[in-house]
């Protein structure tokens, strides 16, 4: 499966952000899809993940109540919805998606278990 990330930019601290991640040529609703970035300097770390339904969602702990991880099966997309952004939300995200079909955190909220990545876009948060 493809993976087409986009929608990130530039944006003042305190503001929002919806990125999106277009999925082509696999069966999209079988997979559990994920959210990840990567700062400057820092290794890549989990944001948010959901399962391949959508009735199951995962966030660290920097992004709860803050982001909004959702999909839309029908258009083979997942979404990532950021608010109230701030300097530390800086980073280029990735989307991925993850091919067992698992709904448990363990699963979802780990890179290693990701087979396939987007090619990430840039968040850039302003102070």
């Known amino acids: 499966v493809q993976l087409q990330a986009s929608g990130g930019g530039l944006v003042q601290a305190g503001g929002s952000l919806g990125l999106s991640c277009a999925a082509s040529?696999?069966?999209?609703?079988?997979?559990?899809m994920g959210w990840f970035r990567q700062a400057p300097g820092k290794e890549r770390e989990f944001v948010a993940a959901?399962?391949?339904?959508?009735?199951?969602?995962y966030y660290a702990d920097s992004a709860k109540g803050r982001f909004t991880i959702f999909r839309d099966n029908a258009k083979n997309t997942v979404y990532l919805q950021m608010n109230i952004l701030n300097s530390e939300d800086t980073a280029v995200y990735y989307c991925?998606?993850?091919?067992?079909?698992?709904?448990?955190?363990?699963?979802?909220?780990?890179?290693?278990?990701?087979?396939?990545w987007g090619q990430g876009t840039l968040v850039t948060v302003s102070s």
């Open positions: 959901i399962s391949r339904g959508g009735g199951t969602t």
């Open positions: 040529g696999g069966t999209f609703s079988g997979y559990g």
């Open positions: 991925a998606a993850e091919r067992s079909g698992s709904s448990r955190y363990a699963m979802l909220s780990s890179s290693s278990k990701y087979a396939y």
